[in-house]
């Protein structure tokens, strides 16, 4: 049975900083690709980032990058996702996918049903 559990939300002003974990078991954690979604107030969950099994390819989606950064460690079955100069509009249930498909052709990122029940991150003053 594939567990995914997510960690590391709060409440945060604009501008500061949170690092999101988020540990899978039930899974060849090794081998798995991993992604980070957030679903924000009446909006559709979106793909934030994302990383091979290895963790050399990684892709985030453009608002977010430079301030996210996503990585793992395969010897604690851990992805991370370290946010930085964070802004009210990033405010945001925020879920992590479990062994999904990474395409290296177009650094695209298919997610799994593998989901954690997410972890609350609220940017504000």
């Known amino acids: 049975q594939v567990q995914v559990v997510e960690s590391g939300g709060g409440l945060v002003q604009p501008g500061g900083s949170l690092r999101l974990s988020c540990a899978a078991s039930?899974?060849?954690?090794?081998?798995?690709?991993m992604g980070w979604y957030r679903r924000a107030p009446g909006k559709q969950r979106e793909l934030v980032a994302a990383?091979?099994?290895?963790?050399?390819?990684?892709t985030y989606t453009d608002s977010e990058k430079g301030r996210f950064t996503i990585s793992r460690d395969n010897a604690k079955n851990t992805v991370y996702l370290q946010m930085n100069s964070l802004k009210p509009e990033d405010t945001a249930v925020y879920y992590c996918?479990?062994?999904?498909?990474?395409?290296?052709?177009?650094?695209?990122?298919?997610?799994?049903?593998?989901w954690g029940q997410g972890t609350q991150v609220t940017v504000s003053s």
């Open positions: 039930g899974i060849i954690f090794s081998f798995s690709a």
């Open positions: 990383i091979n099994y290895s963790g050399d390819r990684k």
């Open positions: 996918n479990a062994a999904g498909s990474y395409n290296y052709e177009s650094d695209t990122y298919y997610s799994s049903p593998n």
